[in-house]
């Protein structure tokens, strides 16, 4: 059964770093792309980074570029996404997803969601 479990939230101060962490399980998990989504409260889910099945290629938000960095270990079925100079701003829960063979930033695009993870940012 395919599934994909977040991990790595916290709270941190503003300028502060975290570093999330989406396991998957199931073999095809490296046939596809995989994305990060986040969604703060009263707000819509929305892109935040991507990368190709090859980890070779990444896509950002602008809120993200030069401040985060997904990453996917493909021997170990996980992806990840370095967040440093965090601002208040970032603070959402934060979704791993997968599915789509090409990279997009459309959330209906992707089939497969983990259960999310808090990110608090304090400024």
């Known amino acids: 059964q395919e599934q994909l479990v977040e991990s790595g939230g916290g709270l941190v101060q503003a300028g502060g770093s975290l570093r999330l962490s989406c396991e998957a399980s199931?073999?095809?998990?490296?046939?596809?792309?995989m994305a990060w989504f986040r969604q703060a409260p009263g707000k819509e889910r929305e892109f935040v980074a991507a990368?190709?099945?090859?980890?070779?290629?990444?896509y950002y938000d602008d809120s993200a570029k030069g401040r985060f960095t997904i990453s996917r270990d493909i021997a170990k079925n996980t992806m990840y996404l370095q967040m440093n100079s965090l601002k208040p701003d970032d603070t959402a829960v934060y979704y791993c997803a997968a599915g789509p063979k090409s990279v997009t930033y459309v959330r209906g695009d992707y089939n497969y969601w983990g259960q999310g993870t808090q990110v608090t940012v304090s400024s």
């Open positions: 199931g073999r095809t998990f490296r046939t596809y792309a």
């Open positions: 990368l190709t099945l090859s980890g070779v290629s990444t």
